[in-house]
């Protein structure tokens, strides 16, 4: 959260929860609405963070930002799927953290 805070991004919220999916966070940037999923590794042995976001995942997410967008009355408004990837030590200290903006595209779908 500090890290998008220090980018200038504005809080929205937090675990958002809504039709059995959750989001990590969504920010406010610029015009834009960001649905932010975080995902953490201590190594690499099952590859890189970013690669636990996988279609399925993205069809989760997107969902659930519709969900939002809908509540929200923001569904013309401009949004964005980014990932943060986290890798920490084994000692569980940061080593890199790299947010990917665009990650993905909203995904359609019925298979969840």
């Known amino acids: 959260m500090k ?8 809080i929205l919220a ?3 929860r809504a039709l ?11 015009e834009f609405t960001v649905f932010v999923e975080v995902k953490t590794r201590r190594n690499l042995k099952f590859g ?7 279609l399925q995942k993205q069809r989760q997410i997107s969902k659930v930002a519709l969900a939002y967008l809908q509540a929200q009355n923001l569904l013309d408004a401009p949004c964005r799927f980014d990932v943060i990837a986290i890798h920490l030590s084994p000692q569980l ?11 993905f595209a909203f995904q359609a779908g019925n298979r969840f």
């Open 3 to 10: 890290h998008l805070k220090a980018r200038g991004c504005e």
């Open 14 to 16: 937090r675990n958002y």
């Open 20 to 30: 059995r999916g959750e989001i990590d966070i969504i920010v406010r940037d610029g």
């Open 48 to 54: 890189l963070p970013q690669a636990a976001v996988t």
């Open 93 to 103: 200290e940061l080593l890199k953290l790299e947010q990917i903006e665009s990650a």
